[in-house]
């Protein structure tokens, strides 16, 4: 499926300044993929160690945190994926 | 040039922004992040260049205001203290104290720390915007701004109008009135979107990524964070310069809790108290218990929720420090504990009845909460042990909705009185007349 993803500015760097990208991946877990593999200085910062996404790394798809999706969610065509690093607020 | 201007004071800035997690320095800058690993940024400080300006006694002959601990804050050299936000009573709590489980008032040492009064909004967040808006103007922002659940909303908006700065300001749709209308009277722009606190608060990171706001709570965040701070010093000062054995702590966002142990241990870095270990006790609604779930399973993780609660300014379900504020009640023995939409209710009233202060109904939270520990045993009556009261019950008048019914009105005549009296309120009647004929005795 094919997926827009939102860079936020801190993540440009990595990304050759780009803000917005377009991916073609099944699922969370496959665009990681495809992103760290493509932007490979960014691929550090979207999991740990331990291959899960990092703690202060926020994905939302089309609107919904990913921790409420089904854990095999699969992507539809052209939804909207957005990375924001630390959530602040509160 | 002459001398003199040779010798004018340098910049005393005694802080910085680091890296919580891999302790990277960024300088004074509006970011809440570190820009190499994304974890969030918090303010340190050179206490050893700190220590020799302040002391007990330079603090008490200071103003009854938070900015007597000035040097304890991130303040540019130039802000105005003007506003006479903070030092809010500390209440001995022996009603309460008698009504919550664990023995009689008489062997309990609780206290109330009253935000429900904190100038201007009656509020704790009155504190955390007088120091974000110190360093919005200092950082040039002409607009300042927040995601909000009301208070913060209403802090914002009346620091704004004072200072002359824009306010614009986004709350979930669903907020409570007064805390809107309390808002909209400074004049500030609020809007209103149609999603829960977590939605408002990524379309705000949004935001402050693109445009050149002072968000208060995510670009100012570090330096709007550590104005909670005051609330600890005013604690440990109020009880005679001496850290109590407990606090308990209602949870939104998580950062209140962290920033009270942080306020602790500065003090005793400063050698203002004496070390002592604290124990941290956080409060939050079951409804939206992201922070307590996560405790009370053994982890400083956390699983974001969808809140559903009464206790609104407390309906953060993706805590910003939720994994700090569960990793401090860890560390320090405390444990965290959640009240229902009823309790909470309970909470509210029992406060009001035993004590005089009307809270909102984060403040029902903390009271029900406080109930559940000291049923538990997990806070001992001896021990002393403060309450931390964030914010006004006027501002949340929904949440008692039908708990109270208007009584009919009666004729201005005291044979109607009589009358009303006999039906209605049989208990107090004859303690009425028992006093009215006590003070016929006491004429004859």
Same mark, same amino acid.
């Given at each position: 499926?094919?997926?827009?993803?939102?860079?936020?500015?801190?993540?440009? %760097?990595?990304?050759? @300044?780009?803000? #917005?990208?377009?991916?073609?991946?099944?699922?969370?877990? $496959?665009?990681?993929?495809? *992103?760290?593999?493509?932007?490979?200085?960014?691929?550090?910062?979207? %999991?740990?160690?331990? @291959?899960?996404? #990092?703690?202060?790394?926020?994905?939302?798809?089309?609107? $919904?945190?990913?921790?409420? *999706?089904?854990?095999?969610?699969?992507?539809?065509?052209?939804?909207?994926?957005?990375?924001?690093?630390?959530?602040?607020?509160? | 040039?002459?001398?003199?201007?040779?010798?004018?004071?340098?910049?005393?800035?005694?802080?910085?922004?680091?890296?919580?997690?891999?302790?990277?320095?960024?300088?004074?800058?509006?970011?809440?992040?570190?820009?190499?690993?994304?974890?969030?940024?918090?303010?340190?400080?050179?206490?050893?260049?700190?220590?020799?300006?302040?002391?007990?006694?330079?603090?008490?002959?200071?103003?009854?205001?938070?900015?007597?601990?000035?040097?304890?804050?991130?303040?540019?050299?130039?802000?105005?203290?003007?506003?006479?936000?903070?030092?809010?009573?500390?209440?001995?709590?022996?009603?309460?104290?008698?009504?919550?489980?664990?023995?009689?008032?008489?062997?309990?040492?609780?206290?109330?720390?009253?935000?429900?009064?904190?100038?201007?909004?009656?509020?704790?967040?009155?504190?955390?915007?007088?120091?974000?808006?110190?360093?919005?103007?200092?950082?040039?922002?002409?607009?300042?701004?927040?995601?909000?659940?009301?208070?913060?909303?209403?802090?914002?908006?009346?620091?704004?109008?004072?200072?002359?700065?824009?306010?614009?300001?986004?709350?979930?749709?669903?907020?409570?009135?007064?805390?809107?209308?309390?808002?909209?009277?400074?004049?500030?722009?609020?809007?209103?979107?149609?999603?829960?606190?977590?939605?408002?608060?990524?379309?705000?990171?949004?935001?402050?990524?693109?445009?050149?706001?002072?968000?208060?709570?995510?670009?100012?965040?570090?330096?709007?964070?550590?104005?909670?701070?005051?609330?600890?010093?005013?604690?440990?000062?109020?009880?005679?310069?001496?850290?109590?054995?407990?606090?308990?702590?209602?949870?939104?966002?998580?950062?209140?809790?962290?920033?009270?142990?942080?306020?602790?241990?500065?003090?005793?870095?400063?050698?203002?108290?004496?070390?002592?270990?604290?124990?941290?006790?956080?409060?939050?609604?079951?409804?939206?218990?992201?922070?307590?779930?996560?405790?009370?399973?053994?982890?400083?993780?956390?699983?974001?929720?969808?809140?559903?609660?009464?206790?609104?300014?407390?309906?953060?379900?993706?805590?910003?420090?939720?994994?700090?504020?569960?990793?401090?009640?860890?560390?320090?023995?405390?444990?965290?504990?959640?009240?229902?939409?009823?309790?909470?209710?309970?909470?509210?009233?029992?406060?009001?009845?035993?004590?005089?202060?009307?809270?909102?109904?984060?403040?029902?939270?903390?009271?029900?909460?406080?109930?559940?520990?000291?049923?538990?045993?997990?806070?001992?009556?001896?021990?002393?042990?403060?309450?931390?009261?964030?914010?006004?019950?006027?501002?949340?008048?929904?949440?008692?909705?039908?708990?109270?019914?208007?009584?009919?009105?009666?004729?201005?005549?005291?044979?109607?009185?009589?009358?009303?009296?006999?039906?209605?309120?049989?208990?107090?009647?004859?303690?009425?007349?028992?006093?009215?004929?006590?003070?016929?005795?006491?004429?004859?």
């Amino acid at each position: 499926m094919s997926v827009t993803v939102s860079i936020p500015s801190a993540f440009r %760097r990595h990304t050759e @300044g780009l803000d #917005r990208f377009d991916a073609s991946a099944a699922n969370i877990n $496959e665009l990681l993929d495809v *992103l760290g593999n493509r932007f490979p200085e960014l691929k550090p910062h979207l %999991r740990d160690e331990q @291959g899960n996404v #990092r703690r202060f790394l926020n994905i939302y798809v089309n609107d $919904e945190d990913i921790r409420f *999706l089904d854990k095999d969610y699969k992507f539809a065509e052209g939804d909207d994926v957005t990375l924001v690093p630390s959530i602040a607020g509160g | 040039m002459s001398n003199q201007a040779s010798t004018k004071p340098k910049p005393t800035q005694f802080y910085e922004l680091r890296c919580r997690e891999c302790h990277t320095p960024w300088g004074n800058q509006p970011i809440s992040f570190c820009q190499k690993c994304f974890a969030p940024l918090e303010v340190v400080y050179d206490w050893a260049s700190i220590k020799p300006l302040i002391s007990r006694d330079e603090i008490a002959r200071r103003g009854t205001t938070l900015w007597r601990y000035k040097e304890l804050l991130p303040l540019p050299d130039e802000y105005d203290a003007s506003l006479p936000v903070g030092f809010t009573p500390l209440v001995k709590a022996a009603n309460l104290g008698d009504a919550l489980p664990g023995g009689s008032a008489r062997n309990k040492s609780l206290y109330l720390k009253n935000d429900a009064s904190c100038f201007p909004t009656l509020s704790f967040k009155d504190r955390v915007v007088a120091v974000a808006l110190a360093q919005a103007r200092n950082f040039g922002f002409e607009v300042v701004s927040c995601s909000s659940t009301g208070n913060l909303a209403n802090a914002v908006a009346a620091q704004a109008a004072r200072g002359g700065f824009k306010a614009c300001v986004f709350i979930p749709s669903d907020l409570e009135s007064a805390k809107v209308l309390g808002t909209e009277v400074y004049g500030a722009q609020i809007v209103r979107i149609a999603g829960n606190y977590d939605h408002v608060n990524r379309l705000c990171s949004q935001i402050a990524d693109k445009h050149r706001w002072g968000f208060v709570n995510v670009n100012l965040r570090p330096y709007y964070a550590e104005g909670s701070k005051t609330v600890g010093y005013e604690i440990a000062e109020q009880l005679g310069w001496r850290l109590p054995d407990n606090v308990v702590v209602p949870m939104a966002g998580g950062s209140l809790i962290t920033k009270i142990y942080k306020a602790f241990k500065e003090l005793v870095e400063l050698g203002l108290v004496e070390a002592k270990n604290v124990k941290f006790f956080g409060a939050q609604a079951t409804g939206c218990s992201p922070i307590s779930t996560a405790v009370k399973a053994g982890r400083n993780e956390i699983q974001p929720q969808k809140p559903a609660t009464i206790a609104r300014s407390l309906a953060i379900g993706n805590p910003a420090d939720g994994f700090y504020a569960a990793r401090t009640i860890a560390s320090t023995g405390g444990w965290a504990e959640d009240a229902s939409d009823p309790e909470i209710v309970d909470g509210i009233a029992l406060l009001a009845e035993t004590e005089g202060i009307f809270t909102e109904t984060a403040g029902g939270v903390t009271v029900a909460s406080a109930r559940k520990l000291y049923a538990q045993g997990r806070i001992k009556p001896e021990e002393t042990t403060v309450l931390c009261i964030t914010g006004n019950g006027l501002k949340t008048t929904d949440a008692l909705v039908g708990r109270y019914e208007a009584s009919e009105p009666i004729a201005p005549k005291l044979a109607a009185l009589e009358e009303y009296l006999e039906q209605k309120l049989v208990g107090v009647y004859e303690a009425f007349g028992e006093a009215r004929a006590g003070a016929r005795g006491g004429v004859l």
